[in-house]
């Protein structure tokens, strides 16, 4: 082939040095930070390696738990264009199709998040938009004092989830590599944050969304001080309660203009309005916060009050009130993040009984919802990882919740809640191909995931050996971690735990804020661990590895495989914290 011949440019006056310079200083940051920014040319965990990968695939003589029916030994699970075209101990395998063995091997559905932000980015100013007629901007700096609830504060019913979700970003990958194929994402900015949407964790935005809008969110936070409007926890609740007077007035207003619309003032548009009464037209699910008994009474009273479909979420203090919930037909969301005692509190000061029931019986509640008949599912409520997710649902078993209800509550229950049970949840003919393969049981945390399956789409996470040298020192207690950037020099506290095999969990904080190890070990006299850190808002993964030396840790630190630093660590006072 030709190349085409290069058209002759105009003469142009060179330019000055100094102006070169400029040019290339500009090319050399606009390189790093696309270096820092910009995603991975390519995924560590990819679809099958072949150019073409095949529409049919077939996992035999596995183990399948199709959650929705009884256990099947010796099973096959055929998958045809993105759907699950059979699943049993006898059925026909496509002549097309990619035979996998499941010797050994246990297929699960892909387990559901009830509620998660992973993927949605923060809304821009322009999209966050005024909250109604005269309204001002939530977030926005010496925003004027708002006179009543026209202004609409902190009010964005208009948001979608699913016009927030960035495909690339990191922690999508990372929730898909433990297991997790689908979750319902919520906005998380405002009174009234927007619709969530359920989405499918592979793809391109248009191929992730599976239903939007999901639901209506809710969170009851005033939106600032107490100058502002709602300035106050009952003054969100009587706003709520005329935001959704004010669209049922709108609403009958309206069809009464088209009913007979001569003679008669037009209705005025707002867009705050009309979703929250599509929300009550079409019954969607409207998601309000409770997590001490009050709160879940309260939520349940104002979902009934303006005529909402209420599901609770956090949800810890329901162990106390489960029957109730039951006899309203109230869905829950229970948070996993379950209440703990403070790193940094004074061991000396005192903590309320009622701090203490809670720690100690909110593992509790999942059993209790289940034993009482409540609609239920758990949700990752700011959890690092799978693994710390996996961590907390077995403490719910150890609480008295069966096996079979934990995983339930992690794939079909929140298909259910949310109406998607008819695709989604479980394995069975004509559903979505989301699936999960492991060497073992789900819940157990040494289960390692071989492959997962999302829209018929296979992913295989590589082996990556850990070393099998035991610790040479344990590393827990408080270090101070030093990592020199381009910009300063940013100093982390890192609280860390070895178990006797050299595992390691823990936190890291900084001004950034707090994260949660999600992976770590400790192998002779090296180590490695990972967490996560958002910048731009995109979340990244962050990896430390590394020597030990007494009380003194050097190494790098990787961001997202992006930009990469040394740091040090100490241990102040020689491992006492």
């Not at 919520?186 to 191929?207: C, H, K, M, W």
């Amino acid at each position: 082939m030709k190349r085409p011949r290069a058209t002759k440019q105009p003469s142009a006056r060179r330019p000055s040095p100094r102006f070169s310079r400029a040019v290339r200083a500009a090319a050399f940051l606009v390189a790093v930070f696309a270096v820092v920014l910009l995603p991975e040319p390519a995924s560590a965990q990819r679809p099958s390696d072949t150019p073409n990968p095949p529409s049919f695939y077939a996992i035999q003589n596995a183990r399948v738990v199709p959650v929705s029916g009884p256990v099947i030994e010796n099973g096959t699970v055929v998958i045809a264009n993105g759907l699950i075209e059979a699943v049993g101990t006898s059925v026909s395998i496509p002549l097309e199709a990619w035979v996998i063995d499941g010797s050994g091997l246990t297929v699960y559905p892909g387990l559901f998040d009830g509620m998660s932000t992973v993927g949605v980015r923060a809304p821009e100013e322009e999209e966050r938009g005024q909250g109604g007629p005269g309204g001002s901007l939530f977030g926005v700096q010496n925003q004027e004092i708002a006179e009543g609830p026209e202004d609409r504060p902190a009010t964005t019913p208009w948001t979608n989830a699913a016009d927030l979700l960035d495909p690339e970003n990191d922690a999508i990958e990372r929730w898909r590599k433990g297991g997790f194929t689908s979750a319902v994402i919520v906005p998380d900015d405002g009174i009234v944050t927007g619709q969530a949407a359920i989405v499918n964790l592979a793809g391109d935005e248009r191929e992730m969304v599976v239903k939007t809008p999901a639901a209506l969110r809710i969170t009851m936070d005033p939106p600032g001080g107490f100058r502002s409007f709602p300035g106050s926890l009952f003054g969100v609740i009587s706003y709520v309660k005329q935001l959704y007077a004010d669209a049922d007035h709108q609403a009958r207003f309206a069809a009464a203009y088209e009913a007979n619309p001569t003679g008669r003032e037009r209705p005025t548009y707002d867009r705050a309005l009309e979703p929250i009464q599509r929300s009550i037209r079409e019954n969607w699910p409207t998601i309000l916060p409770g997590v001490e008994k009050r709160e879940i009474r309260r939520a349940a009273k104002l979902g009934a009050d303006v005529g909402a479909r209420t599901v609770v979420a956090g949800a810890h203090d329901a162990y106390a009130i489960a029957d109730e919930l039951a006899s309203g037909g109230i869905a829950v969301l229970v948070s996993l993040d379950w209440p703990e005692r403070g790193r940094d509190v004074d061991p000396e000061s005192e903590e309320s009984l009622e701090s203490i029931e809670r720690r100690a019986n909110a593992p509790t509640t999942p059993a209790r919802l289940h034993e009482s008949g409540v609609s239920w599912a758990f949700y990752s409520a700011g959890l690092a990882s799978p693994r710390e997710v996996i961590r907390k649902v077995n403490t719910a078993i150890e609480n008295g919740l069966p096996r079979e209800a934990a995983l339930r509550a992690m794939t079909l229950g929140p298909a259910e809640i949310f109406g998607v049970a008819d695709r989604m949840g479980s394995i069975a003919p004509g559903k979505i191909a989301n699936l999960v393969v492991t060497d073992g049981d789900l819940l157990d945390e040494d289960t390692k995931v071989k492959m997962v399956f999302v829209d018929g789409r296979r992913f295989e996470e590589p082996e990556t050996a850990r070393p099998s040298e035991p610790p040479a020192a344990d590393v827990s207690g408080r270090w101070l971690l030093t990592i020199p950037t381009p910009q300063r020099t940013q100093e982390v506290r890192a609280d860390l735990e070895m178990a006797e095999d050299g595992t390691l969990s823990g936190t890291l904080t900084s001004d950034r804020g707090e994260s949660t190890i999600t992976e770590g070990w400790v192998s002779g006299d090296s180590f490695r661990f990972e967490t996560s850190a958002t910048m731009g808002g995109r979340t990244f993964e962050v990896t430390y590895k590394g020597t030990i030396e007494g009380d003194e840790l050097r190494g790098t630190v990787s961001f997202g495989g992006r930009f990469s630093t040394d740091f040090t660590g100490e241990r102040p006072g020689g491992g006492i914290s």
